[in-house]
């Protein structure tokens, strides 16, 4: 007899999960029923026969637990996270599904030049968490849209109010370009984990639909870390579970080397400068997985529309033009 039958077991989202019977579809908790027992006894007969039934269901209850314990696993397997498992359980802990835009969305950029510009025309904002109060968001999705926090996952910022609580030992060397910034050391989990945890809660809290882990290619870097491929991969696969369990959507910030290993856990994409510097197609599965690919070109560059709309529209990409400072000034591909 099987036990989901009783008590359909939700899956782990965890970085590992344990190995979980499959909940096949129809299986659906079983109706209660009670065994209609004899009146109380009048006479030895009528309590013999009681006392008789009374044993044949006992037997039978010891025969249905002896038959679940074979089927329960004595010993726990460690296999890597489900990420289909892991998006279900996450849906169903938040009670509701994980936004996953799909290609061609349009967007907005924003995370200087406050307050934040909400009439610009675009299906998804992407602001700062620290920045905006619970009320901009309120805001746009007044407006219809669907609103991304944006954090540093990969690197301490000098003027986050929660900078105090990075431990002095996980951060490393100065982000080259970027004053006030230095890399984090993403191996130590543990202690970065209640940092993260508190910014994914605040995302959450303030009511925006996803979020955008900013600075997760440091193992690419020089960050005064022996980061290696593997580091980044567990550190990333990490951060997409805790957005999901949070009922965020959650996109690959650039990192184009590990798109076939994340694919599966990380709902769109967001890329810098692909267009300009020739990389774009390596993340050309997002959108054969039916997820948007999100691209700002920077003015910087000197790269104009006219030199990237035509193949942002042949690989289905949402792409937009931006100062770098990503300040409110926004141009669109047509």
Not at 171 to 199: F, M, N, S, T, V
Not at 235 to 257: C, F, M, P, Q, V
Not at 283 to 311: H, R, S
Request: proline content about 7%; glycine content about 6%; charged content about 25%.
């Amino acid at each position: 007899m099987e036990l989901e039958a009783f008590y359909p077991r939700p899956a782990l989202v965890t970085k590992t999960t344990l190995v979980e019977k499959p909940i096949f579809p129809g299986h659906r908790r079983a109706q209660s029923s009670t065994a209609q027992l004899p009146s109380p006894c009048r006479d030895a007969g009528t309590c013999m026969a009681c006392t008789c039934r009374l044993f044949v269901i006992f037997l039978l209850l010891a025969s249905c637990g002896a038959q679940e314990a074979q089927d329960t696993p004595t010993a726990l397997e460690v296999q890597p996270a489900s990420p289909a498992v892991a998006q279900i359980t996450a849906a169903a802990a938040t009670d509701k599904a994980i936004w996953q835009p799909a290609p061609g969305i349009t967007w907005q950029w924003q995370l200087t030049d406050l307050p934040v510009d909400i009439s610009v025309d675009a299906e998804v904002y992407d602001i700062d968490l620290f920045d905006n109060e619970a009320s901009v968001v309120a805001a746009l999705h007044a407006q219809g849209r669907k609103v991304i926090c944006y954090i540093s996952a990969g690197s301490w910022e000098d003027w986050r109010p929660d900078k105090d609580q990075f431990p002095p030992e996980i951060i490393g060397k100065a982000y080259e370009g970027w004053p006030g910034e230095k890399w984090l050391d993403i191996r130590q989990i543990d202690k970065l984990a209640p940092i993260l945890r508190a910014r994914l809660d605040l995302c959450r809290d303030k009511g925006f639909d996803g979020v955008e882990p900013d600075n997760i290619d440091a193992y690419t870097n020089d960050t005064g870390f022996p980061l290696t491929y593997q580091d980044q991969l567990h550190y990333n696969i990490w951060l997409a579970d805790e957005a999901h369990t949070r009922g965020l959507s959650i996109g690959l910030k650039n990192d184009s080397e590990q798109v076939a290993d994340l694919l599966p856990y990380f709902d769109w994409a967001l890329t810098e400068d692909c267009f300009d510097q020739g990389w774009c197609e390596q993340m050309a599965p997002f959108i054969e997985a039916g997820k948007a690919v999100i691209d700002t070109e920077y003015t910087d560059t000197g790269i104009t529309l006219e030199d990237f709309c035509a193949q942002a529209r042949a690989l289905q990409f949402s792409a937009i033009l931006k100062h770098r400072d990503l300040d409110a000034f926004i141009q669109s591909c047509p």
